[in-house]
């Protein structure tokens, strides 16, 4: 008789307080009050034990079936816990930890842990859907409720130079900041042309950071305006309005879409200024962080007097080669010289005349590096792909895994992902890193690979490494047709 309850139009079932009247559901206040309590302890400390971790992470997926979006910020904490197998082990919270753990905080302080209702099923009615298109070197805009609800920028300085998937992704956030409170308890449909910020949108996750950020700013403004979002991509050519708009075509916009408003919604300066500072500081950020990888990559290391080596470096100017011959007693080995015309200049004071320098220039516009090819293309910009002095061979090479031998299928189809990754970290363009794949699934499947496998492979290679190809702008679709078929 204890869980008998008379009729009422509030109940507290599994955990969660349902409210009939309001049409609401919401966590109970202890509850509530459970999870701030937790959120402020694990703030102050920097290590806390599997199992306190666990215990958090357990509350926060709870508190995730009212909190609809809270999803996005529980990533990195699991994460915490993987390979980790003693309950008293202790785990370091790292920046990013703190950041997901302070957005709880703040948006359970201010929302109480409410969730009207949402419908059940996903309306395409037009007022619910937005649609964003960004033009590469030109602006971006975005279209709302019925298409008379827009606008269009053109792209800040310091944003001109980040690849398409932040540009795409952009104008979806300042959207949801400008009209959010507009969209309260509603379920909204993202339209986009761009299938990789699509999945980025639907999956609520990247490891490009600039774009991890900007979605944790658009989850977070769903949250505090309880938005139950989700992305579809659509064909270019539906999305003309959008598209026309980016590129400051008012004119021909009107004509395709003549409901459309007049004139533009204003966006207010400061949250525009502010939303690209943000992007233009966590790009600042990347590059530093790039920087400081490639520096200790290519450091020097501490060699005691008269020990000789072989080098590899970097260099701008031939200087500070000299201080590095005067410190140590070293050969530096394989050195690349940026737009320095002078080098040769001093080449008898790095090296000495017993060893042959050999100039291993391509042309004025290219020149490889280690395994990379760099390049200048007509409007100046460097491109890389991959170099393999294999290719220059005039025999065939015995590489890669036999199917028919004895080692196990899985490492095997293992070593598909790895060269794709490696493919794609060396191609700034899609059709050098589709000629190298392309080569390579023709090797693979001349050795007894199983197509369908390979293209399975492929698929859990454009999921998990998504940042490395999301640049290309090509969907997955196109991608397997032009590796496997």
């Not at 785990?91 to 302070?102: G, N, P, T, W, Y």
């Not at 359970?108 to 070197?137: Q, R, Y």
């Not at 007049?262 to 233009?280: D, E, I, K």
């Not at 962080?289 to 290391?301: F, G």
Request: proline share 3%; hydrophobic share 40%; net charge positive.
């Amino acid at each position: 008789m204890e869980k008998t309850q008379v009729p009422t139009t509030k109940l507290t079932i599994y955990g969660i307080e349902v409210d009939s009247e309001i049409m609401q559901s919401r966590l109970p206040v202890e509850k509530v009050q459970k999870i701030q309590h937790k959120l402020r302890e694990f703030l102050l400390r920097k290590k806390v034990t599997l199992r306190e971790l666990q215990s958090l992470v357990g509350l926060l997926n709870f508190a995730c079936s009212v909190v609809v979006p809270g999803r996005a910020f529980l990533r990195w904490l699991i994460n915490l816990t993987c390979g980790i197998n003693y309950p008293f082990h202790f785990i370091r919270l790292s920046k990013e930890v703190k950041e997901d753990l302070f957005m709880w905080q703040r948006f359970i302080e201010n929302f109480n842990g409410k969730c009207v209702f949402l419908p059940m099923e996903w309306s395409p009615s037009s007022h619910l859907t937005l649609f964003t298109d960004a033009s590469g070197a030109i602006g971006f805009a975005a279209v709302l409720q019925d298409q008379k609800i827009w606008f269009a920028h053109k792209w800040a300085i310091n944003l001109m130079d980040y690849q398409i998937a932040i540009k795409e992704l952009f104008p979806i956030v300042l959207a949801l900041e400008i009209r959010g409170d507009h969209l309260s308890n509603k379920r909204i449909l993202f339209r986009s042309d761009n299938k990789a910020v699509v999945d980025v949108l639907n999956s609520q996750t990247s490891r490009d950071t600039i774009i991890l950020k900007l979605i944790r700013r658009l989850v977070l403004v769903a949250l505090k305006y309880n938005i139950h979002f989700r992305a579809r991509h659509i064909a270019g050519k539906e999305n003309t309005v959008a598209d026309l708009l980016s590129r400051f075509k008012f004119q021909e916009a009107l004509v395709v879409a003549p409901n459309l408003a007049r004139s533009q919604t204003t966006v207010p300066a400061s949250l525009l200024v502010a939303l690209q500072y943000f992007v233009g500081l966590m790009g600042q950020v990347c590059l530093r962080r790039q920087k400081h990888i490639v520096l200790k990559t290519l450091k020097v290391a501490q060699m005691e007097k008269g020990y000789s080596t072989h080098q590899r470096y970097i260099c701008v100017n031939p200087k500070c080669l000299l201080r590095l011959k005067d410190r140590f007693s070293i050969y530096i080995d394989d050195v690349l010289f940026i737009n320095n015309q002078k080098f040769a200049d001093y080449l008898s004071s790095i090296h000495p005349s017993e060893l042959e320098v050999k100039e291993t220039t391509e042309t004025n516009n290219s020149a490889s590096y280690f395994d990379i090819m760099l390049s200048y293309d007509t409007d100046g910009h460097m491109n890389t792909s991959l170099y393999d002095k294999r290719d220059d061979f005039n025999f065939s090479i015995t590489n890669f895994p036999f199917l028919s031998s004895n080692i196990s299928s899985s490492p095997a189809y293992g070593v598909f992902i790895s060269q794709l990754i490696r493919y794609a970290t060396a191609s700034t363009k899609y059709t050098d890193f589709v000629l190298r794949a392309r080569r390579l699934s023709v090797k693979l499947l001349s050795q007894g690979y199983v197509c369908d496998r390979l293209t399975s492979s492929l698929r859990k290679f454009y999921g998990r490494y998504m940042e490395l190809v999301i640049h290309y702008d090509v969907p997955l679709s196109r991608m397997v047709d032009n590796i496997l078929l």
